[in-house]
């Protein structure tokens, strides 16, 4: 089992900056591959980054490449998402997911999910 919890959220004005944070527990972090999903209100979830177990190979979505950044220490059993000049459609309810096997934009194939941080871009 994993758990895992987010935090970081809150409401920004569009062009600023957010960095969440996802803290796993119950599992040796260093081998799950981790990933960072949204969901608007009325949209179905959406990838956004992943990173696998070594934080050497990433992913990301075209709509977030270039001002999101995904990354992971794993002596503090955490993964990032650093947020920059975010837009008011990046506003969503963020999880974060893990996966046993190797890093993917498929949320279908994640195992554990955390319960999710409200991120809100004020236009």
């Known amino acids: 089992q994993v758990q895992l919890v987010e935090s970081g959220g809150g409401l920004v004005q569009a062009g600023g900056s957010l960095r969440l944070s996802c803290t796993a527990s119950g599992r040796t972090f260093s081998n799950v591959a981790m990933g960072w999903f949204r969901q608007a209100p009325g949209k179905e979830r959406e990838f956004v980054a992943a990173?696998?177990?070594?934080?050497?190979?990433?992913y990301y979505s075209n709509s977030v490449k270039g001002r999101f950044t995904i990354s992971r220490d794993n002596a503090k059993n955490t993964v990032y998402l650093q947020m920059n000049s975010l837009k008011p459609e990046d506003t969503a309810v963020y999880y974060c997911?893990?996966?046993?096997?190797?890093?993917?934009?498929?949320?279908?194939?994640?195992?554990?999910w955390g319960q999710g941080t409200q991120v809100t871009v004020s236009s």
């Open positions: 990173i696998n177990w070594s934080g050497v190979t990433t």
């Open positions: 997911a893990a996966r046993l096997l190797g890093a993917s934009v498929l949320g279908d194939v994640y195992d554990y």
